[in-house]
């Protein structure tokens, strides 16, 4: 597994992102959960992973290296509690900690137990991909 680490200095923060600048092309850090946003502050310079490099648009994609470290630990089979973040009609997606799983509305064992943001739940990992950060859950249990 071939991954590259990068110190960039935040140039400006908005609602979802960070903006770095890297060898001259601008970099995107995706933020999973509120405390990574606090971690943006414009001026300081972060340890960053690149996840993907868009050359059509001379972009890339950044975490921060503590995220991506969590993510590179976890295992397809493992169970997760998390919190409900954002409920749609095609899923829900989960605060397992330091990032957010994606839990499809297919992959839930009741699909009559609909989800609603704030609540907690178990589920097991299904799917994961190091290289982009995705994870999928499957649920088996609310636990409100």
């Known amino acids: 597994m071939l991954f590259y680490l990068v110190y960039a200095t935040v140039l400006k923060k908005n609602s979802r992102n960070g903006i770095v600048k890297i060898e001259g092309l601008l970099g995107s850090i995706h933020t999973y959960v509120a ?20 050359e059509e648009y001379n972009r890339l994609v950044l975490i921060h290296h503590s995220v991506w470290l969590r993510i590179s630990q976890l295992q397809i089979g493992q169970i997760v509690s998390g919190t409900i973040q954002c409920a749609k009609d095609y899923g829900s997606f989960v605060d397992i900690g330091d990032f957010k799983a994606f839990l499809p509305t297919s992959c839930v064992n009741n699909p009559s137990n609909i989800f609603k943001v704030g609540d907690s739940i178990e589920a097991a990992i299904t799917k994961l991909d190091i290289e982009t950060g995705r994870v999928v859950l499957k649920g088996f249990e609310n636990l409100a």
């Open 35 to 54: 405390k990574h946003m606090e971690d943006l502050v414009e001026g300081e310079k972060l340890l960053l992973k690149i996840m993907e490099v868009k």
